[in-house]
Structures are given as C-alpha cells and as structure tokens.
C-alpha cells in the first residue's frame, strides 16, 4: 500500500476539516477567503477602523481565524437583511 494513500486518523476525535478551520490565516489568505484586497484587509485591522476585522497579532505577524471571519460575514449578512427589512 502507497503511503501518500494513508490518512492518519486524529486521537483526540477531531476530524481533519476540523483541524483546518483551527488553522489560522495570513493576510493573503484571509483576503482569498473574503474575496477582496490585501490593502482592503490592511485598512479593516487598523485601530479605529470603524469595521475592523477580528485579527490576532502574533508579534509582527497578523493572522486571521477562519470562523470569526465566517462570523463577521454572518453578522454583516444579518445587519444587511435587518436594513432592509426596515425600508
């Protein structure tokens, strides 16, 4: 049997898509998952951003959780639909 064929089973009852969604994002990533720039990215972490990113600095280096990302999205998909219920 193949090596590359085995896919070593987690001990600790995670499953390998859980183990990715831990995995943190670099900014090239998290502006790939969000579909938008890299600057775009750079202006939503600064301090005072009206609508910041959640973001984790990590010395110089700014890493992204991919399910609070998946969380701000939810949120801005909610405060959009509320707008538009109130019209």
């Given at each position: 049997?193949?090596?590359d064929?085995i896919t070593?089973?987690?001990?600790?009852?995670?499953?390998a898509?859980?183990?990715?969604?831990?995995?943190?994002?670099?900014v090239?990533?998290a502006?790939?998952?969000?579909?938008v720039?890299?600057s775009w990215?750079?202006?939503?972490?600064?301090?005072?951003?009206?609508?910041?990113?959640?973001v984790?600095?990590?010395?110089?280096y700014?890493?992204?959780d991919q399910?609070?990302?998946?969380d701000y999205i939810?949120?801005k998909?909610?405060a959009?639909?509320?707008r538009?219920r109130?019209?």
């Amino acid at each position: 049997m193949a090596m590359d064929s085995i896919t070593p089973t987690p001990t600790d009852g995670s499953s390998a898509e859980n183990r990715m969604d831990d995995a943190l994002l670099t900014v090239q990533d998290a502006a790939r998952f969000l579909n938008v720039t890299v600057s775009w990215i750079y202006e939503h972490v600064r301090d005072g951003s009206e609508d910041r990113l959640p973001v984790v600095k990590l010395g110089k280096y700014l890493r992204f959780d991919q399910r609070d990302l998946r969380d701000y999205i939810d949120a801005k998909r909610d405060a959009s639909r509320m707008r538009r219920r109130k019209r």
